[in-house]
């Protein structure tokens, strides 16, 4: 073990900053050694902050990547070149990017500024060095008075180990704490612990941000009335009085004939990702709109995901009684088929009715996870076999919960059973043990 670094129970953070464009997220992707944040050639993709879990020769850390910091900009630009400072404020290490093949800009030069009064290390790494003939670009950013830089080819890799190296002798060294090394957390099937995750999904500007900013308490995504300012999922790890429940902010989904860039592509299949591996999903509406028909369609693609609905009605308060009552109307006609999902009528701006997210969340974690015991779920199955017996001399013999998240139930059946009556058997459990807004798997096994 190096005894020079120090230990840290924390997993330690490096923080990538620079101007549009530099190559900062084609870079993390190096370092992950796959595509995780969204990259295009041309300034601007970028936005939030997005943080991942990396490692190299057994460190492990945090990688922040941030959006292009800008000397002067729109109220967009100011906001994101906000998002990049907060990290670097937060950051034990920091990576300043720039293009060696352009050379040091005026940008550069006021983002090492910057750095210069921050009192961690500091990297310059002069990235788009394909080869030795372009070596001797890196020198001109020794101006800056940030160190020597490393030249580096995010792309095609080259001096990426190099460049590790020297970040993860800077790094503290993480090691697990008491708990998890005596306890173990849950873990997912790639190692990692498994946390509750809710995704945070809808059309481009309903307000989705604006409800993750709301709940985690922080200015985490950047929120601007432009539809489509999210580009790729964000996610926060949040205490609750229910343990850790891990939010994901999501990219607006469009229906696909609109999806006319390939930035806006990968965006939706990063969101609808993040919907694949929910807990729960909620579904946010702009009441000002109504329930259109991509809000079905998303509602659809959730609940075939497996994961439970919670229905939010953003801007509820803009309203007056008579358009509250088309929207309650809208609701029963055009999303019946997701059950009952609860709905909460809600401001992500002010922030009004935010609260009764919680206790819905809660109920949500606690459905999904339930255990039934198996003379409980036998006797209800029994009851709706005497109600409504199964056609062709079909009949449950043995049922049992095999596993959570989502409760999941085995039938044994005498013979194959009709898919339509394998769901009313479904709708029988769910009624039976108040699974209503949950979603629950039903498995049929021959038994002779």
């Not at 788009?128 to 101006?143: L, N, R, T, Y």
């Not at 950047?222 to 926060?236: A, F, K, Q, S």
């Not at 509250?324 to 088929?337: A, I, P, S, V, Y």
Request: with cysteine.
């Amino acid at each position: 073990m190096d005894t020079e670094r120090p230990l840290t129970t924390e997993k330690p953070t490096v923080v990538i900053v620079g101007r549009p464009n530099v190559g900062k997220s084609t870079l993390v992707n190096r370092i992950l050694g796959r595509r995780e944040a969204i990259v295009e050639h041309r300034p601007g993709v970028t936005r939030d902050r997005k943080t991942v879990e990396a490692e190299w020769q057994g460190s492990q850390f945090l990688v922040v990547d941030t959006g292009g910091w800008m000397v002067k900009g729109d109220e967009l630009d100011d906001k994101v070149s906000g998002q990049a400072e907060k990290a670097i404020a937060e950051g034990d290490v920091i990576l300043l990017v720039v293009d060696a093949s352009v050379g040091l800009t005026d940008e550069d030069a006021r983002v090492g500024e910057l750095l210069l009064q921050v009192d961690r290390p500091v990297f310059v790494v002069a990235n788009k060095v394909d080869d030795s003939m372009h070596e001797h670009a890196i020198w001109e950013f020794m101006s800056l008075g940030l160190g020597e830089p490393i030249g580096v080819s995010a792309l095609h890799g080259r001096g990426a180990g190099d460049l590790l190296d020297a970040v993860v002798a800077k790094l503290p060294e993480y090691v697990e704490s008491d708990d998890e090394r005596i306890n173990g957390p849950v873990l997912e099937d790639d190692g990692r612990p498994r946390l509750f995750a809710v995704a945070i999904v809808g059309r481009p500007n309903v307000g989705k941000s604006t409800l993750f900013n709301q709940v985690i308490g922080a200015d985490r995504s950047v929120v601007h009335d432009r539809p489509g300012t999210t580009r790729d999922t964000v996610d926060t790890v949040i205490d609750t009085r229910d343990g850790p429940v891990r939010f994901i902010d999501t990219a607006g989904m469009r229906r696909r004939a609109k999806i006319d860039e390939d930035t806006e592509y990968y965006s939706a299949v990063r969101a609808l990702r993040a919907v694949d591996g929910a807990d729960v999903a909620l579904l946010v509406i702009d009441s000002t709109v109504g329930v259109t028909h991509q809000d079905q369609r998303l509602a659809e693609r959730v609940d075939a995901a497996g994961c439970p609905i919670v229905v939010l009605l953003n801007k509820w308060e803009l309203l007056d009684a008579e358009q509250r009552e088309d929207m309650t109307r809208q609701l029963g006609k055009r999303l019946h088929f997701i059950g009952d999902a609860p709905v909460l009528r809600i401001s992500a701006l002010s922030g009004k009715g935010v609260h009764r997210l919680w206790p819905a969340l809660a109920d949500s974690i606690a459905d999904y996870s339930r255990r039934i015991p198996t003379r409980q779920v036998n006797d209800a199955i029994r009851r709706a076999q005497a109600a409504q017996p199964a056609p062709s001399g079909g009949r449950v013999l043995y049922a049992t919960q095999g596993a959570t998240d989502p409760p999941t139930f085995t039938l044994f059946a005498n013979k194959e059973l009709p898919s339509t009556y394998v769901r009313y058997l479904e709708r029988s459990l769910k009624e039976a043990f108040d699974l209503g807004s949950t979603p629950i798997k039903v498995r049929v096994r021959r038994r002779d």
